[in-house]
């Protein structure tokens, strides 16, 4: 087809659009073009940028984008069939969208760039390579589906052999993974340790992420764009605005009803608009975007106007809140109807021809829906494989070198022996990158040597910018679910984030990201991804002022995870030998840091060497006894230890076992010592109801109950919060105190 042609069908498809419609014409933006001076007098003024040209398409390109177009439209169609049949269990389309998806596929790299898509992206995932069966696969909840495996929804896309980064339901998770994996690209290109230690990056790599108009709504939204633009990362964010939210129109959810408006502040972002709806105006934005990206300009956003000719889901029913004059207009801008319309009238196609095309996918669909119907879905036995990394495990012989270590130097704090630990590994191994809130030295370089440094407001990071620079040890914004998103990129890509949340009282932004996102990336995948990252968080009370917001110790919250490590050391050399373990592990872990226990001298240690690791579940007897048993953590560990001699003044003989880490814990060790002395306490910080020795009490009672002479006890904190004056914080707190009056009860029952 000649290029008149091609100009000719743009420009009749924005013609075929109404006025008040957002069409390419009106909403694309040119090109960027530099600032012209003033002309010298006497002088010609400079010609005009030259706009960007339209696109040079071949007739066989036209085709190939039609029939993925129809390919997509007509696999939402068999899956809306299905599950009227009952024969798949959910269903969410991409109808409307296949233009702008298809334009963005052309201009990218399977394989090469990366992918965090959302569920209306099924012409992109077509348009990259993945299969009509691959699709059907995961409608059937079938085991050989490569997006899951049997364990996601349809549309939750996920390709390794593709770069599709398994994506989960929760709207706007996936950008500040996107961000993050865009950042993984960017360090390597400043750590030259990297390039020969991490495989798959290429210097102009770009990173792909999509959302719809009412995920523009959420915080992460907002979060991914400011590091993006602040690091100039190669993302492309696409927004497919259809003007809904399910049934919550766009004029709701955003201010002024268009959030490019609103983001017109953010530097080094390219922003276009195009209509979404028109393949060659879509291929031309999409173009400049990616383009953009490559050329190491930035980020790039593309405001897409789409249309959503069916409902949110078949679990909705868009005539509830949308009216049929609304319904019939957007049916007029059927990508798939207008641009098959254009190639028989520009000649590009005969209708026999198209009806031909179409025939043929029909027939291929069919045939993969009966491929996918007859595959098996995955063994019930398999709901529990890759929860954890099944190649490195944490509890194993491997991870144990606890045993006859040689210690030496003068001994230091819990502080001392985790920089320690940080330096040590942060030297063996390149990949590992350090960061969050005030965290670096000084992130001005220039005064780097003017200043003592910061190293994070407990000083546990001391010195390690200034020992590995910048680009593995710099600080976040604040904000925690930007933290833990980004450190997901990351480890996705194969580097190894030890991330610092500053106050585990400010761990809940990030809660989305850890339950929802990082816990379960492998599981969901089916072992295709992973990200094992190490997240570092101070927490817990006893800081006399430390109030409601300093003071908080929610483990509960997160030992209830599946997929989740963590770990809650007691004393210096603990936290050496089992931060080295979450680092050298595969596995997410929670690594908690008592900030009570810090610089306490009781707990300090002289140094282990550089290997001394400490196995998860793995608890420690720290004194032997014969009457009782207390299984117990963290800062409870000393107070109960104390509790211990006083009862031993009373006759009583009490062994204390220090769990070390939480998930796993090491019940071998807890039935042991209860099999011995036939009682049992458990002691944590934490509110009394509903917290972590719920789970060991009720655990001891349903298997031990033949060796118990008395009640399992508790001993927590007041199911209240922690209170600013010391004498409300003594009394909420668990003190030594309420330990021995525990000690002495049970032994008398």
């Known amino acids: 087809m000649s290029d008149t042609k091609v100009l000719r069908l743009v420009k009749k498809s924005e013609n075929d659009l109404p006025e008040k419609a957002f069409t390419a014409k009106a909403m694309a933006s040119p090109e960027p073009k530099p600032a012209r001076a003033a002309a010298p007098a006497m002088k010609p003024v400079p010609p005009r940028a030259r706009q960007p040209e339209k696109p040079k398409l071949s007739r066989e390109q036209m085709l190939k984008i039609f029939r993925t177009m129809y390919q997509s439209r007509r696999l939402d169609d068999k899956e809306i069939q299905m599950k009227g049949q009952n024969r798949i269990f959910f269903q969410i389309s991409g109808a409307g969208h296949e233009a702008i998806l298809v334009a963005a596929g052309m201009c990218l790299k399977p394989g090469y760039d990366w992918f965090y898509p959302y569920y209306r992206d099924r012409a992109l995932c077509l348009e990259l390579g993945m299969t009509p069966l691959e699709m059907l696969l995961q409608s059937v909840g079938a085991e050989a589906d490569p997006n899951s495996h049997g364990r996601q929804m349809p549309s939750h896309w996920g390709h390794k ?146 249309i959503r000719p069916y409902s949110h889901s078949l679990s909705d029913d868009e005539k509830l809140y949308r009216c049929e004059a609304e319904r019939v207009e957007d049916a007029e801008h059927d990508p798939l109807k207008r641009f098959g319309a254009l190639l028989v009238e520009e000649g590009v196609a005969s209708q026999d021809e198209l009806q031909q095309l179409k025939d ?131 480890a996705t890509r194969g580097l190894k984030p030890v991330a610092e949340i500053q106050f585990f009282d400010y761990i809940w932004p990030a809660f989305h990201q850890i339950r929802n996102e990082l816990a379960l990336m492998r599981w969901r995948s089916g072992n295709e991804f992973s990200a094992p990252v190490v997240m570092r968080v101070p927490v817990g009370g006893y800081l006399k002022g430390g109030a409601i917001y300093h003071s908080q110790s929610g483990t509960s919250l997160f030992t209830q995870i599946p997929g989740l490590r963590v770990v809650y050391p007691s004393n210096a050399l603990d936290a050496n030998g089992l931060l080295r373990t979450s680092i050298r592990c595969d596995d997410p872990v929670l690594f908690l840091e008592h900030k009570h226990l810090y610089r306490q001298t009781y707990n300090k240690s002289a140094y282990p060497p550089d290997d001394f690791m400490i196995p998860f579940g793995k608890a420690k007897k720290v004194r032997e006894g014969t009457d009782l048993s207390i299984i117990t953590y963290g800062a409870l560990v000393q107070r109960s230890l104390v509790a211990a001699k006083q009862a031993e ?101």
């Open 161 to 306: 052999k593709l770069n599709i980064v398994s994506q989960s339901s929760p709207t706007g998770t996936q950008l500040l993974q996107a961000v993050g994996c865009a950042e993984a690209g960017y360090r390597v290109k400043l750590i030259k340790e990297l390039k020969k230690r991490v495989k798959n990056f290429h210097n102009d790599e770009v990173v792909y992420v999509s959302l719809g108009d009412g995920t523009t709504s959420e915080g992460e939204f907002w979060e991914a764009l400011n590091t993006a633009c602040n690091l100039k990362l190669p993302v492309v964010f696409l927004l497919e605005d259809n003007g809904y939210a399910i049934s919550v129109p766009v004029e709701v959810q955003t201010a002024g009803g268009d959030v490019s408006r609103l983001i017109s502040g953010f530097p080094n972002l390219y922003r276009q608009r195009c209509d979404g709806t028109d393949p060659i105006a879509s291929l031309q934005t999409m173009r400049r975007a990616v383009d953009n990206c490559r050329k190491g300009r930035g980020p790039s956003f593309v405001h897409a106007k789409v």
């Open 360 to 490: 043929e996918v029909d027939r291929e669909i069919n045939e993969a829906a009966d491929v996918a119907l007859a595959s098996p879905q995955p063994a019930p036995e398999t709901a529990t494989d890759f929860v954890y990394s099944p190649t490195v495990d944490p509890t194993s012989a491997e991870f144990d070198t606890e045993e006859k270590a040689e210690l030496s130097g003068n001994p230091g704090t819990m502080v001392d022996l985790i920089n320690r630990c940080l330096h040590t590994e942060m030297k063996r191994d390149p990949r590992i990158l350090v960061f969050g809130e005030d965290i670096a030295d000084c992130s001005r370089e220039e005064s780097l040597d003017l200043v003592k440094g910061k190293g994070g407001v407990f000083k546990v990071t001391a010195n390690l910018q200034r020992d590995f620079g910048s680009a593995r040890v710099f600080n976040s914004p604040l904000a925690e679910a930007n933290i833990v998103g980004r450190a997901i990129g990351m």
């Open 649 to 749: 003044q009373q006759g009583i003989s009490v062994e204390v076992i220090d769990l070390r880490s939480l998930s796993p814990y090491d019940w071998n060790a807890i039935a042991e010592s209860v099999k011995k002395t036939s009682r049992a306490i458990v002691a944590h910080e934490d509110s009394l109801s509903f917290g972590y020795g719920a789970e060991i009490a009720a655990r001891i009672s349903d298997e031990l109950f033949a060796h118990l002479d008395a009640p399992v006890r508790r001993v927590g904190a007041l199911d209240t919060f922690v209170g600013y004056a010391p004498q409300l914080e003594d009394a909420i707190l668990p003190q030594v105190a309420d330990v021995l009056k525990a000690i002495g009860e049970l032994r008398s029952y």
